[in-house]
């Protein structure tokens, strides 16, 4: 069984930034592909980011070149590194691991972008 929790959701005004965290026990995290996701009221939940285990990187084209993700593997932990927020921002977002049919999602934590 693996638990992901996030933390570092809050409230930030535009132009901002904001640091989120997801942390996983039970699973050897280290051979996991990461990813981050979004999600708002009435729509489905998209990808945000993506980070495989040897380090590689993809984003969406709405955060690329102002949100990275990154990992320390030695503290089974995902970042992301959100900078120049704005308000299309706002939503609860999850961390998901491993990537695939088969991968866990944390709680959520929420992100909200004020103008």
């Known amino acids: 069984q693996v638990q992901l929790v996030e933390s570092g959701g809050g409230l930030v005004q535009a132009g901002g930034s904001l640091r989120l965290s997801c942390t996983a026990s039970?699973?050897?995290?280290?051979?996991?592909?990461m990813g981050w996701f979004r999600q708002t009221p009435g729509k489905q939940r998209e990808l945000v980011a993506t980070?495989?285990?040897?380090?590689?990187?993809y984003y969406a084209d709405s955060v690329k070149g102002r949100f990275t993700i990154s990992r320390d593997n030695a503290k089974s932990t995902v970042f992301l590194q959100m900078n120049s927020l704005k308000p299309e921002d706002t939503a609860v977002y999850y961390c998901?691991?491993?990537?695939?049919?088969?991968?866990?999602w944390g709680q959520g934590t929420q992100v909200t972008v004020s103008s």
């Open positions: 980070i495989t285990r040897f380090g590689g990187t």
């Open positions: 039970g699973s050897i995290f280290s051979i996991y592909d």
């Open positions: 998901r691991g491993p990537l695939g049919v088969n991968g866990y």
